[in-house]
């Protein structure tokens, strides 16, 4: 008999049948901010949780990384490992709760021309004049990128009408204001952003760093693993599974089922999904049975979800200035001798994580084709482009290594954040439709939906990620109390 039951199970496995585990309160797909915070609060109040992450870690698209002397985030969150606001942030009270200390992210900017003197000064005054306008809106919404021009035109046509004259110059300023507002957007390029976001910023400072202790340390808070913490006794967390479909009883009889890709199948009441709205757009068709309503598959369709990108490079000792942040502007005859990706190379900073790495930073068509180039051409070419511009008066070592993001080319992520498209502004229910619950035909929640694009005013942020897994945390716990 037991030898029976033993070929019976070894003949399961060669078949890759779907073994079914215990049964769970919650299912929670995804660990990034939204998917930790919603299981942590759910396990917090006693819920038996089982957290499933495609990845072989926890974080997301927030992800920390031993480099150079320290650490650096390689997270999409915009800025070196920010937290964008105080006020009422879920991350900044972490910190503070833990008594950890914070450090206000500081800058010394300046400007280099590639023939390696020192640029415009006057760029740095009409980048401010570009990132304040950010914080205006017109009347009728436009593509973002053409507002602040409009808006910059009639600044200079006042105060410095000259520049307008040189169009090689203003040509390079606007390739320059692209990417430092796409750095803030999230967006893919400036015109493809909308000129009316909805988004909210928070109140106090918004340049705060975790420096050398990293953001991985709010997952640690999080899970309650902080200074070797014991975690959750309720929580399951489980690494490197892959969530192929989420089957759930739209007639209210059965369980929530999730499937993963290496055949096992977990049940319970309900399942939150923090997938981030570029995995929606590409798997929600095979993801969910039943499909999702009309109306959700409009709005992840509508939606768009940019790529920022990050290129790391360490040195053996530094080189650079204190808190630098150094703006490129290209000359019209390098730009002819050098790749479409390197002439996207313009802005370089240094991370607060590590005392001798450098960070330049990219998005949209660039940040897509940096992830596809080998480490060796990487690393020497742009390399290339910090000598051009900064080593005609000083010598600049060779890099130790380099590290680079591959946001748009991981399946698990297909992005970096969301932002407000300028559709968006006819169909201001958007976020919300993207998180509005499943519910089956007695109006129980089944398949609830969090993650930074469900949030209506923070999204594209940790914090915003963070209430969204707390919002559908406590949907869950209030349904239950009624």
Known sequence: ???????????????NCHVVNQKYDTIIVGLGSAGTTAASTLAKAGKRVLALEAQDRVGGRVHTV??????????????????????????????????????????????????????????????????QTMNTSPEEPEPLGKYITRK????????????????????????????????????????????????????????????????KTFFDILLNKYKNGPGWSTLDVK????????????????????????????TADNVIVTVSLGVLKERYQELFSPPLPEEKIRVINMMTIGVIGKVILSFDEKWWAEKPVYVF????????????????????????????AMTFWTAGDTAKTIETLPDDILKAKSMEVVRMFMGKNMTIPEPTG?????????????????YDNPL?????????????????????????????ATHPTQYSTVHGASNSGYREATRLLSAENK
């Open 1 to 15: 008999m037991v030898a029976g039951l033993v070929l019976l199970c070894l003949l399961c496995l060669q078949a």
């Open 66 to 131: 031993q480099f150079g002397d320290g650490v650096v985030e390689l997270g999409a969150e915009c800025g070196v490992c920010r937290i964008h606001g105080t006020d009422t942030s879920p991350v900044y009270e972490a910190a503070v709760r833990n008594n950890i200390p914070l450090l206000k992210q500081e800058y010394d900017e300046s400007v280099y021309k590639s023939d390696g003197t020192l640029g415009d000064s006057v760029i740095l005054e009409m980048i401010y004049f570009c990132l």
């Open 152 to 215: 910059l035109t009639a600044y200079l046509e006042e105060k410095y009408p000259n520049i307008l004259n040189d169009t090689e110059f203003m040509k390079e300023f606007l390739e320059i204001a692209d990417i430092v507002v796409d750095g803030y957007e999230g967006s893919n390029n400036w015109n493809d952003a909308s000129s009316n976001s909805k988004y909210v910023p928070l109140g106090g400072s918004q340049d705060m760093s975790w420096h050398r202790h990293g953001y």
């Open 239 to 266: 690494l490197n599974k892959e969530v192929k479909l989420i089957k759930w009883p739209r007639d209210s009889s059965g369980d929530v089922e999730v499937t993963c890709a290496d055949g096992s199948v977990f």
């Open 329 to 356: 502007q290209w000359l019209k005859s390098d730009k002819e001798r050098y790749d479409k990706w390197q002439v996207g190379l313009k802005s370089l900073t240094a991370p607060m994580g590590s005392n001798n």
């Open 402 to 418: 380099v590290i680079r993001t591959t946001w748009f080319s991981n399946p698990f992520t297909r992005g970096c954040y969301s």
């Open 424 to 452: 968006m502004a006819k169909h201001p229910s958007a976020r919300a439709d993207l998180g509005a619950s499943l519910t089956d035909s007695k109006g129980v929640l089944r398949v609830l939906f969090a993650g930074e």
